[in-house]
């Protein structure tokens, strides 16, 4: 059965998408539950809290209120908790109970919006979604309420889209990722939404290129390129090989093409879309498996997240790279390399040092060449 | 001052001294969950069925404590939710995941979730299902249901009942359990060292090892408990399978230690233990902690209020309470701080407005007791009291002075130790 797991984990969810990332940028994040979605943000999907501090609540809905529908109470603690401390905006995410009690948390937002003045939305979300949704769906609402179409910048230069922890764990990859593009003479306009301040995404939409760096950055390029005209690619600079592919792409603006592979071991990789096909550019004398549990990027991803189902997919490979609490279904016949996923393994995904940017993979993948 | 969020002593209400709001959750984990308390049950395997969002939490609670391997979950997803296949979804989804165990657990504990609640879903019919299925194994029934919280027993109250839901009615012994904690009492604590001198066997499920050991806590015709949220279940216990129960409140009143003392004397027949030195080690403590602000917040103790009055009335300078309500079991100790402590704040816990009102800079000259409160004080001169940490009576005001002085010497690595989901709970 696909809905069962025995041993490994699950990735963070709908309601902490929009949560990590709008983060930065000033606003107030609800997510509407009785508890335990909040400690979970704050516990499992959420770094940051000891750096710099959020707005981030839950309405600690009771059943009395589910059942009676009690939205009333949804609006007035909102806008008391807006009086403290005056967000940029309101961000409003779901749970199960909400969902199924059918509650307008749409018609919410508006109230707030309407009572306020301060721009506010409900990111749809009941739980049972990947994080990935609501990281699109945050940023796309966040862009079309604060970021005006402006004049594109004559010097090229391009944006980071969809970056959250969850994806990329924290500032210091980020930082190696924008330090590795810049020094290969590729300007970064914006870092939609890590490390790049209120300011840095008001000027994403005068930059020349998107660069899709996770599958949560898909609907927000194809947002901005429909609002702003800006095209876009997508890849990584995980690895020497794959940093060279999207070093051409990115100054001619062409796809990153996908990389021929084939051999007679099998390599798999299980985890983000953007990162799995980045990783595997790197290995192109090894047969590819791309398993991605929460969204699919390139053509031959296979997406899914059922644990019978993966286990039987890595019974005759070679290699698997994935995050560590995968290390259970893979077979002892195949060598395990672990590779962090924060929104799989929250706090128990480290950097270990081990920086996938540029050569730094290489590393990682050494033992294999 | 906004009663949303911070109220003084001398103005509150009992028990609900804050208007509704919004809510908070700080990165403070010492505090055990039903993860960690379910897994107390030796030889026990936990299923929890819920959707995505809300398995994450509780997924990650097993994995950073090293028992992936007795944790195993089912998602419920949109189509489940109305097709009224969801009782099909919990009892294959079960079937699946034991039929895949390396070996049978001795008991399984289920986790419904509040989509179950909402869903009128027959458990029932569920868990009968499932005992035919697998006769062998122990199956209870267990909850995360926090929408429940105000619906009469809460979601805690209910999990430390369930705890022993598996316990049966054994050869009974002259023997004393004591119930409803996660840490193993203090061996040098009173009701220990009152049990050994009175030769009873001296039992409580932290210690159990294995399944026959656990099934021994049955054997007592002594049930002893001091949390009130093990109440519920210890009454329970007591009446399914026979005993005398007696509530020893954790307190950090000297009379009321006093009293506990006589009962349990009394109900054991032995000599009542001789009073501790503790006054004069508070009186210690308390010069010692002298330039020291004092912050407490609930998850030290299940007695805050209590907690407040000694340090109040031994001259430390208490300045902060955190909690959201206070206990049904405090007016007392509420009465005496409102006249007595008229001027010390009182923090909602949860108030989404606190990890800005918290300092950038660590705060030098700041005494926290409790996890909540060292994170929002920004202090790492703080003691680290999670639930009164199996520390009771007399014994809980010596190593209250220990811990108060060790803390007021010597910093803590705050970060590191509050971000640990469950202090003390191992596999």
């Given at each position: 059965m696909r809905k069962a797991k025995r041993i490994i984990s699950t990735y963070a969810a709908d309601t902490s998408g929009a949560v990590s990332a709008l983060y930065e940028l000033g606003g107030l994040s609800v997510i509407h539950d009785a508890s335990g979605c909040g400690s979970t943000y704050t516990t499992h999907d959420e770094p940051r809290w000891y750096d710099m501090p959020s707005m981030v609540a839950i309405t600690a809905l009771t059943e009395i209120d589910a059942v009676m529908g009690n939205d009333r109470k949804i609006v007035g603690d909102i806008l008391s908790a807006m009086e403290l401390h005056r967000p940029r905006f309101v961000s409003i995410t779901s749970t199960p109970v909400p969902y199924i009690m059918g509650t307008d948390l749409d018609a919410v937002a508006k109230e707030v919006e309407r009572q306020s003045g301060v721009p506010s939305w409900y990111c749809p979300s009941n739980g049972m979604h990947p994080y990935t949704e609501t990281v699109s769906s945050g940023l796309i609402s966040y862009l079309s309420r604060f970021v005006p179409k402006r004049k594109r910048n004559p010097r090229f230069s391009v944006n980071l889209v969809g970056v959250t922890p969850l994806d990329f764990i924290s500032q210091k990859r980020v930082d190696a990722i924008v330090a590795y593009l810049e020094d290969s003479g590729i300007p970064v306009c914006s870092v939609l939404a890590m490390g790049c301040g209120i300011e840095g995404v008001a000027r994403s939409s005068e930059a020349s290129l998107d660069l899709v760096v996770s599958s949560s950055g898909l609907p927000v390029a194809r947002f901005m390129e429909a609002e702003y005209g800006i095209p876009w690619i997508v890849g990584l600079p995980y690895g020497k090989r794959a940093s060279e592919i999207l070093g051409t792409a990115l100054k001619t603006g062409m796809p990153v093409p996908v990389v021929p592979a084939s051999g007679k071991k099998t390599i798999a990789v299980i985890g983000e879309g953007v990162q799995n096909s980045s990783i595997l550019s790197n290995c192109p004398d090894f047969a590819h498996l791309s398993i991605t549990p929460v969204g699919k990027v390139a053509e031959g991803d296979i997406e899914m997240e059922g644990e019978e189902e993966i286990a039987s997919c890595l019974k005759e490979v070679d290699y698997v790279i994935a995050d560590p609490l995968y290390r259970p279904i893979v077979p002892e016949t195949a060598r395990f390399i672990p590779f962090p996923h924060f929104a799989f393994s929250g706090r128990l995904a480290?950097?270990?040092?081990?920086?996938?940017v540029g050569e730094g993979l290489d590393h990682i993948l050494e033992e294999i060449k | 001052m906004d009663k949303h969020k911070e109220v003084m002593m001398g103005e509150c209400s009992f028990p609900s001294p804050f208007l509704e709001s919004l809510e908070y959750t700080p990165p403070a984990r010492g505090m055990w969950n039903i993860v960690h308390i379910g897994m107390l049950i030796p030889e026990s395997h936990q299923v929890f069925i819920c959707a995505g969002g809300c398995l994450r939490g509780v997924v990650l609670t097993a994995a950073e404590m090293g028992a992936e391997d007795r944790f195993s979950t089912v998602s419920v997803e949109e189509p489940e939710t109305i097709d009224g296949s969801i009782e099909e979804n919990l009892v294959n989804g079960v079937i699946d995941v034991v039929d895949r165990l390396p070996k049978k657990p001795k008991a399984l504990l289920i986790y419904s979730s509040c989509i179950h609640e909402f869903l009128n879903v027959d458990l029932d019919r569920c868990y009968t299902l499932l005992r035919k299925k697998y006769p062998v194994v122990a199956f209870t029934d267990c909850y995360m249901t926090p929408i429940m919280r105000k619906s009469g027993i809460t979601p805690d109250e209910k999990m430390r009942m369930q705890l022993y839901s598996l316990v049966e009615k054994g050869e009974k012994d002259d023997g004393v359990t004591f119930l409803g904690d996660v840490l193993p009492l203090s061996r040098t604590c009173g009701i220990v060292r009152e049990v050994a001198k009175s030769g009873r066997t001296y039992r409580e499920i932290p210690l159990t090892k294995n399944w026959d050991e656990y099934q021994e806590l049955g054997r007592s015709s002594v049930f002893l408990y001091a949390n009130p949220a093990a109440r519920k279940g210890a009454e329970e216990l007591a009446k399914r399978i026979g005993g005398n129960l007696l509530y020893l409140p954790y307190s950090f009143d000297p009379a009321t230690i006093r009293e506990n003392g006589r009962k349990l004397s009394t109900l054991l027949s032995v000599k009542e233990e001789d009073e501790r030195e503790w006054e004069a080690k508070i009186a210690d403590a308390s010069h010692l902690a002298k330039g020291f602000s004092v912050a407490i917040d609930y998850t030290a103790t299940a007695r805050p209020l209590s907690l407040a009055r000694l340090l109040l009335s031994h001259g430390f300078a208490l300045k902060r309470i955190y909690l959201d309500a206070f206990g049904g079991e405090e007016k007392e100790d509420y009465e005496w701080l409102k006249e007595h402590g008229k001027g010390i704040e009182v923090i909602k816990a949860s108030n989404p407005s606190l990890p800005f009102d918290r300092s950038r800079e660590e705060q030098e000259n700041v005494l926290a007791i409790g996890q909540k409160c060292a994170y929002y004080e920004h202090t790492s001169h703080f003691v680290n009291l999670i639930a009164d940490s199996g520390h009771w009576g007399f014994e809980a005001l010596d190593n209250l002075a220990a811990e108060i002085v060790s803390a007021v010497r010597e910093k803590k690595d705050t970060e590191s130790i509050v971000s640990v989901k469950g202090w003390g709970c191992k596999v």
């Open positions: 480290k950097d270990d040092g081990v920086e996938p | -």
